[in-house]
């Protein structure tokens, strides 16, 4: 156990409709990140919060927005969903932010939210 | 295009075995790469993770190469046990600290 949550385990739900995914990072993180597993694209980084903020931005899609409230637990948000959202999501944490150039940040995985889309 | 590759595709030893597995990236500008073991279904755990100035670097059974100059990873697993089975995923984080993650290698161990 990593120590990381994410809810719910499990999600279905049809093509348009928007839903929300949750993450509690492990006690004493800062940075939460998010990822997308699929099976044709593989794992693909979505976004990264430290403190509040966003830190880091990779593949997300417009239709995609995260947050990262106060008590630093982050919410990913998906709207007019399609059939090829469907896939594992990831949240990891870390405790530093994981800036370029300083000692890389050690994460930690989630069990992910797998989300079928019908 | 930053891309990371990694080979075989897949691979099946015999408990007790040695294997190397291969990663080859053109991620730049370069900031770490790490290793990461991920079961099926559960999210990925951390093996090793080097930065530019850093070799070699293991974790158990684990040892990680990294050479900077070639572009090149390669992940050992000495002495393999049955739950050594899983996929073996490389990921290069750039300066503008994107992660680019390689497709991973399939390892299954059998008895």
Known sequence: DSGVTQTPKHLITATG???????SPRSGDLSVYWYQQSLDQGLQF?????NGEERAKGNILERFS??????????LNLSSLELG????????????????????????????????VT | KNQVEQSPQSLIILEGKN??????????????LRW?????????????????????????????????????????????QLSDSAS???????????????PGTRLSVLP
């Open chain 1, 17 to 23: 409709q928007r839903v929300t995914l949750r993450c």
């Open chain 1, 46 to 50: 979505l976004i990264q919060y430290y």
């Open chain 1, 66 to 75: 995260a947050q990262q409230f106060p008590d630093l637990h982050s919410e």
């Open chain 1, 85 to 116: 959202d469907s896939a594992l999501y990831f949240c990891a944490s870390s405790m530093g932010p994981g800036l370029a150039g300083r000692a890389p940040a050690e994460q930690y995985f989630g069990p992910g939210t797998r989300l079928t």
């Open chain 2, 19 to 32: 294997c190397t597995l291969q990663c080859n990236y053109t991620v730049s500008p370069f900031s770490n």
């Open chain 2, 36 to 80: 990461y073991k991920q079961d099926t279904g559960r999210g990925p755990v951390s093996l090793t993770i080097m930065t530019f100035s850093e070799n070699t670097k293991s974790n158990g059974r684990y040892t990680a190469t990294l050479d900077a100059d070639t572009k090149q990873s390669s992940l050992h697993i000495t002495a393999s």
């Open chain 2, 88 to 102: 073996y995923i490389c990921v290069v984080r750039d300066y503008g600290q994107n992660f680019v993650f390689g």
